[in-house]
């Protein structure tokens, strides 16, 4: 069944029977590329296919490759594993088969190997990441991959969190999906990007709650500042805000947002403290 067109004329992303339908378009020279070494290339583009990232990819203004990993297999079957050396639960990637698929992947993007062990992914990074030219990702299963393969070509180890998976392309769309919004013209309005957690224009601290239509819900107002019209009060309520929830969910955070506080804009970002706190303090007082 074909999907009608919305009237406002923005290109209808859907869902497809071939996963892999969007990868199946010419890829566009110069657009950021994300190469992506797996056992299950059919698990892409999955939800990458799909909303902004997916009307991007489809607009060319990133590419999605994929490598089988398992079309570099050894033997009549394939096979990409084998037991791990000095004995051990479960099954390690070869090394011969893994270089086989970086060097058809080819040179000139940093390679990456989605792994528990590695440095956690930050914004800062997928900024960096987004400013590049693309990032050839490792997809790993079972056991992991024999270290010798990543030792000779230098691989970065990112991850997504203190937790194991089953494998690494969920991990991989996670970085891919962080990297391309940040890549512009992919957000509707990339000034969304200047508040949100983590930024620059946040000063790297989580972002202070959001708030819409209508004014009371459930009797629960939203706050007054942010209806007053006061561009400069809200700036600070926000401000205010983004260092409280800072402060109370992510410690170090905040200590390394203190710790590279300079004295200047630490006197004038606690003036705005003071003044959004008395908004707090004000609309916390009991009503009469």
């Given at each position: 069944m074909t999907e009608t067109p919305k009237s406002h004329g923005r290109l209808t992303i859907r869902p497809s029977l071939r996963p892999r339908e969007l990868m199946a378009e010419p890829q566009v020279r110069g657009a950021w590329t994300a190469r992506i070494i797996t056992l299950f290339p059919e698990a892409f583009p999955g939800i990458l296919g799909l909303s902004l990232t997916g009307k991007a990819l489809a607009q060319g203004l990133w590419n999605l490759e994929t490598i089988p990993l398992?079309?570099?297999?050894?033997?009549?079957?394939?096979?990409?594993?084998?037991?791990?050396?000095?004995?051990?639960?479960?099954?390690?990637?070869?090394?011969?088969?893994?270089?086989?698929?970086?060097?058809?992947a080819g040179p000139g993007l940093p390679v990456i190997y989605m792994s528990p062990r590695g440095k956690p992914l930050t914004q800062a990074r997928a900024r960096a990441l987004a400013q590049g030219p693309g990032v050839t990702l490792i997809c790993g299963r079972f056991e992991g991959i024999d270290q010798r393969v990543l030792d000779a070509h230098d691989i970065e180890e990112v991850s997504i969190g203190d937790y194991i998976l089953t494998g690494g392309e969920i991990a991989a769309q996670v970085l891919i999906d962080a990297t391309v919004r940040l890549i512009p013209r992919v957000l509707g309005?990339?000034?969304?990007?200047?508040?949100?957690?983590?930024?620059?224009?946040?000063?790297?601290?989580?972002?202070?709650?959001?708030?819409?239509?209508?004014?009371?819900?459930?009797?629960?107002?939203?706050?007054?500042?942010?209806?007053?019209?006061?561009?400069?009060?809200?700036?600070?309520?926000?401000?205010?805000?983004?260092?409280?929830?800072?402060?109370?969910?992510?410690?170090?955070?905040?200590?390394?947002?203190?710790?590279?506080?300079?004295?200047?804009?630490?006197?004038?970002?606690?003036?705005?403290?003071?003044?959004?706190?008395?908004?707090?303090?004000?609309?916390?007082?009991?009503?009469?």
């Open positions: 398992r079309e570099f297999g050894i033997g009549k079957h394939r096979n990409v594993d084998d037991t791990p050396a000095g004995g051990g639960a479960g099954m390690v990637i070869r090394p011969d088969v893994l270089d086989a698929a970086l060097r058809e309005n990339q000034d969304s990007l200047a508040e949100e957690s983590f930024s620059i224009g946040n000063r790297g601290l989580l972002e202070a709650p959001q708030f819409t239509k209508p004014a009371r819900w459930e009797g629960r107002d939203i706050p007054p500042v942010l209806l007053s019209g006061n561009h400069a009060a809200i700036a600070a309520w926000r401000a205010s805000e983004a260092e409280r929830l800072t402060k109370e969910r992510r410690p170090d955070l905040w200590r390394a947002y203190q710790d590279g506080m300079d004295p200047a804009k630490d006197r004038q970002l606690s003036g705005a403290s003071d003044q959004s706190r008395a908004h707090r303090e004000h609309q916390e007082e009991p009503r009469r």
